[in-house]
């Protein structure tokens, strides 16, 4: 039995994942052999009782489950996101979970806000580094509050994390049929990391000759998304970036409410949650957009062993935006409850 951990989270987090968990229960009545709890971790609890994520939380989830799926954390009753940068970053990195793997791919021409675009010309991977960098929460600040204050946030990069997250994309574009590889960072002004992510990036690439290696500055790279989008199949950067790149990624294949992700360390318990945030206004109005948490599902269940579900549940989705049966945000008017119910409707 293959076991999930569900933790809905703030926001519209909690109101896609009631979606996901319909499109779970579908599954599991086809006769798959799932189960999933769910935890209520979140600013509510945290509000409560100051707990966010405990450690051995983490071990069991580690210990226990086969994958992870949070909807989204943030509230703004906690400005500083505490609870948010323990259960979130907390887990990607007591799991190690380095490759924080977010695919854009544009599923029905009318959703991409470029002219005369194609399917086949937005459809690439972007392998985000998911524990290193300016994420990793060293630093500090002096003199707080003072004409004198100083904070510093320094970026860490080491041979292991950069090498294990380039192989990856190598590996990745080895086994999809992807053709290039595409490094970017911002080695022009920041010489120290640039240097480690440049050699790594051309040592790692020779292991891979039949892969074309790629590099653009992050600032381009950005401006050749909107540009040239058709260019890129397989795209690798730090944390900081990839976070970036990953939002704008999303409006080239129809905004927020259709962006999925994985957070990964191969072979082990992986974290997965679409890539939009809590967006507080909108909980329990149901007008969020559950098809992004939806495709999560999908993307889970193909990495806990089960790749054809991913394939049905991309299908419905597709249905859904040609049939125009889809929310607001995407032009039309179904609410969250009733996209999920739509989604479920195709499944059966
Ligand atoms: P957000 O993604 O929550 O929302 C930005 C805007 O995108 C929304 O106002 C809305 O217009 C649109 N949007 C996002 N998801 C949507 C959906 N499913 N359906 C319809 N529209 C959607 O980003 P934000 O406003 O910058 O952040 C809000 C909170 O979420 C903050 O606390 C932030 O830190 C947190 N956050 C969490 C995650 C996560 O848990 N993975 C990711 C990003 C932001
Ligand atoms: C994301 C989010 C998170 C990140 C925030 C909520 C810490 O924006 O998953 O993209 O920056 O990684
Ligand atoms: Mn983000």
Same mark, same amino acid.
């Given at each position: ?27 599991? +009545? ?9 935890? $209520?971790? &979140? ?10 994520? #405990?450690?051995?939380?983490? +071990? ?18 906690? #400005?500083?996101?505490?609870? &948010? ?6 887990? @990607?990195?007591?799991? $190690? ?7 854009? /791919? ?33 630093? &500090? ?41 595409? *490094? ?5 002004? *920041?010489?120290?990391? &640039?240097?480690?992510?440049? @050699? ?22 950005? !401006?050749? *998304?909107?540009?040239?989008? +058709? ?8 944390? !900081? ?42 909980? @329990? /109005? ?12 999908g993307m889970m269940l193909e990495y806990i062993g089960f790749p054809?579900w991913n ?27 009733? *996209? ?9």
């Amino acid at each position: 039995m293959k076991k999930i951990a569900v933790i809905p989270g703030d926001g519209i987090g909690i109101d896609v994942t009631d979606e996901a968990l319909k499109i779970l229960r579908t599954v599991k +009545e086809t006769g798959l052999d799932i189960h999933w709890d769910v935890f $209520d971790y &979140g600013a509510e609890k945290y509000l409560a009782t100051g707990v966010t994520l #405990p450690d051995e939380e983490v +071990e069991n989830f580690r210990d226990n489950y086969d994958a992870i799926f949070i909807g989204a954390v943030g509230d703004p009753r906690v #400005p500083d996101m505490k609870h &948010g940068k323990d259960i979130l970053l907390g887990l @990607r990195f007591k799991l $190690d979970l380095f490759v924080n793997f977010r695919p854009v /791919k544009l599923l029905d021409e009318k959703l991409c806000p470029l002219k005369n675009k194609t399917l086949a010309d937005i459809d690439f991977v972007v392998f985000r580094e998911n524990t290193e960098g300016l994420y990793a929460g060293t630093g &500090g600040i002096l003199k707080q509050g003072t004409p004198d204050e100083v904070a510093i946030q320094t970026s860490i990069n080491t041979r292991k994390g950069v090498e294990r997250i380039i192989r990856y994309a190598f590996e990745y574009a080895k086994a999809h049929g992807r053709n290039r590889v595409t *490094m970017s960072d911002k080695s022009n002004a *920041m010489r120290f990391e &640039g240097d480690l992510w440049q @050699r790594t990036f051309y040592e790692v690439g020779e292991e891979y000759p039949e892969i074309e290696k790629q590099h653009w500055y992050i600032d381009a790279l950005l !401006m050749q *998304m909107v540009k040239r989008p +058709e260019q890129f199949e397989v795209i690798v950067t730090c944390n !900081m970036f990839g976070d970036i790149v990953t939002d704008v990624g999303a409006q080239l294949s129809g905004g927020m409410g259709l962006a999925g992700s994985g957070n990964i360390h191969p072979g082990r318990t992986s974290l997965f949650e679409p890539v939009h945030g809590s967006a507080p206004k909108y909980h @329990r /109005k149901d007008v969020a957009n559950p098809l992004a948490a939806i495709l999560t599902v999908g993307m889970m269940l193909e990495y806990i062993g089960f790749p054809q579900w991913n394939a049905r549940i991309e299908n419905a989705v597709i249905q859904a935006v040609k049939t125009n049966n889809v929310p607001r945000d995407l032009g039309g008017e179904l609410g969250t409850k009733a *996209m999920g119910n739509w989604i479920v409707s195709k499944l059966v």
